[in-house]
């Protein structure tokens, strides 16, 4: 009776793990997943669909595993290359109307239909701390203090 209950433990366990072999791959579950994405986020108003196709930083980030040193440098560069200097190399303005931009919470989304774009805030404090005051900031992003 032993070996019975033995030998069909492990036959059974073997079935177990024959089953499991068979089922979808990581990546055929991804695809699966990105394809339902594209099939079901519409476009409105200023968010569009082409928001849910990762660039090359925003995969990396979403890994499970860290960049390589290579990918790492070819994504600061993409970034840098982006970065739009100053004029005249003046890089100080006036903190005091970019802290009112970073504290305004109006505009920018996708309900809003703001035809003056100076009338539009950040909405920064929805993910970083501004200043030391404020009592209800978001913590996603580095603080800004």
């Not at 089953?19 to 409105?44: N, V």
């Not at 774009?117 to 970083?128: D, E, K, M, S």
């Not at 501004?130 to 203090?145: A, F, N, V, Y």
């Amino acid at each position: 009776m032993r070996a019975f209950i033995t030998a069909s433990s492990v036959v059974a366990a073997t079935l177990v793990a024959a089953g499991c072999a068979s089922g979808p791959t990581a990546q055929d579950l991804d695809a699966q997943s990105s394809a339902m994405h594209m099939a079901d986020f519409r476009s409105q108003g200023i968010a569009t669909a082409d928001r849910i196709i990762q660039d090359l930083a925003q995969q990396a980030c979403s890994s499970d595993k860290p960049p390589s040193p290579e990918l790492a440098r070819q994504i600061q560069e993409q970034n840098l290359a982006t970065i739009k200097w100053p004029a005249g190399a003046q890089y100080f303005g006036d903190f005091r109307a970019g802290e009112r931009l970073a504290q305004n919470g109006r505009g920018m989304t996708w309900s809003d239909a703001s035809a003056d774009p100076a009338l539009n805030g950040g909405n920064c404090y929805n993910c970083h701390q501004i200043d030391q005051k404020e009592i209800s900031h978001g913590t996603i992003g580095p603080s800004l203090w």
